[in-house]
């Protein structure tokens, strides 16, 4: 069986030639993963067309984030260490937001978003180890009717002993004025 973030890959077109004539072939010859893959298909394309057209808040990969920048898409980048806060806003022609939370994820298996004064609790976020971050993406036209206020966060690791801090984060947010 192949793991579902490969078939995702694959469905989206995301793996090199030899990675998706490789996951091809076994797809080719197994009906489970065959029923799979076309489920991932419909639900991946749904999801870039809602995130290419500012639907959408997501965390993204490396690859996705590529494709939005390539695009034009990205128009705000706020990169934050644990501990700091960023002063962010957002213009008229702004589409997305993009927000880089940088942290340790040294042994962490899983990872929680946080965001303070609310129940807002994202769980079992993606994160790139290597590059020591997880990046999502807020709609731009959401973000312009916010009002001037602290956006508090924050990244919990979360394994069989509790939940850890792994920081805190801010965005001094400046409410929209056209």
Do not use: N, Q
């Not at 069986?1 to 890959?9: F, G, P, S």
């Not at 609790?121 to 206020?149: K, M, Q, W, Y």
């Amino acid at each position: 069986m192949i793991a579902e973030e490969t078939l995702l890959m694959l469905a989206l077109g995301e793996l090199s030639d030899a990675e998706a004539d490789e996951a091809d072939e076994h797809v080719l010859a197994c009906g489970e993963c065959a029923a799979r893959l076309e489920r991932l298909m419909a639900i991946g394309i749904g999801i870039r067309d809602l995130v290419r057209a500012g639907k959408t808040w997501v965390v993204l990969g490396p690859s996705m984030l590529e494709r939005l920048e390539h695009d034009g898409l990205v128009s705000r980048t706020y990169r934050i260490r644990p501990g700091e806060t960023v002063p962010c806003g957002v213009g008229t022609d702004d589409v997305y937001a993009l927000t880089h939370l940088e942290a340790d994820f040294t042994d962490v298996r899983r990872v929680d978003l946080v965001v303070r004064g609310t129940a807002m609790r994202v769980e079992d976020l993606p994160f790139d180890r290597a590059r020591g971050e997880i990046t999502f993406v807020e709609r731009s036209d959401h973000v312009r009717t916010l009002p001037t206020s602290m956006i508090r966060f924050a990244l919990v690791a979360v394994d069989a002993t509790g939940d850890r801090t792994l920081g805190e984060y801010a965005l001094s947010h400046t409410a929209y004025a056209p």
